[in-house]
């Protein structure tokens, strides 16, 4: 007789309840250490599907964008079209940060996995249309309230690392956009000093990685992309589902990533 099989899920990782209520301090060391090791052994899956999203992106914006930037009175048109844009990428541009996540789990990330998050389309091109709005409201503020626009690049970037998580928590946990947003800015600031030194030091490997014609960006991208899905993972636990056989078999460890 064959063993019966059963599906359940657990969780892999921190708590978010936790993580929120009790704050939390990172292993910046230990997560660039566990993301390299994780590039190195899949990082070409990861960077394939990267080098495609930003062909897509750069095909679209070259098509659609360009012939509106620095045309006189066509600015509004441009905005709209970098928003459409955008929107129309989300689903792409959020499959990088959950194939990192599925990474973080030991499920190996496929190129061809941008493509299956359009069934989310509606929920991740409101975040991101969200996240843009909220990003660029600093400009205009400071311009109001006589303050150099320069300086509105400062809370832009820190609200932006603040919306590190909102992509997992919309597809992982089912949040709205509006909810996530507001759950990883919370997040952010129980932590925020842990964050910005790891994009900090993410900034610098991209710089030095531009150095050799830019090939460095072929280890550089997936590691970010990886350590974003530790940090998530360690933080607030990923729910994986596991497959248990019956008494006479042994159950099996973590094998299918579902978000």
Avoid at 20 to 48: C, I, P, S
């Amino acid at each position: 007789m064959l063993d019966s099989q059963l599906s359940n899920k657990i969780r892999i990782g921190g708590t978010l309840e936790q993580s929120l209520n009790q704050g939390y301090r990172l292993d910046l060391q230990g997560v660039l250490k566990e993301g390299w090791q994780q590039t190195r052994r899949t990082g070409f899956g990861l960077a394939l599907a990267i080098a495609g999203v930003m062909a897509i992106w750069i095909l679209l914006s070259n098509t659609l964008l360009t012939p509106y930037v620095g045309a006189e009175g066509d600015m509004d048109m441009a905005l709209v079209l970098s928003l459409l844009i955008t929107v129309i990428m989300s689903p792409m541009t959020s499959s990088l940060d959950m194939l990192g996540l599925q990474q973080s789990v030991g499920v190996r990330a496929r190129p061809n996995q941008v493509f299956d998050f359009f069934r989310h389309f509606l929920r991740l091109g409101s975040l991101s249309l969200l996240g843009s709005l909220i990003t660029s409201l600093f400009g205009p503020l400071f311009e109001l309230v006589g303050l150099p626009v320069m300086l509105a690049f400062i809370p832009s970037a820190l609200v932006g690392m603040g919306l590190v998580f909102t992509v997992p928590l919309v597809l992982e946990r089912g949040l709205s956009p509006a909810h996530a947003i507001l759950v990883s800015l919370k997040l952010f600031a129980r932590g925020w000093p842990s964050i910005v030194l790891l994009h900090g030091v993410m900034l610098a490997l991209f710089f030095v990685a531009l150095i050799p014609m830019g090939l460095g960006l072929i280890w550089v991208a997936p590691l970010y992309f990886n350590c974003k899905g530790i940090l998530y993972r360690d933080l607030c636990g990923v729910a994986v589902e596991v497959t248990e056989v019956g008494e006479s078999g042994p159950s099996q460890g973590p094998d299918h990533f579902n978000a």
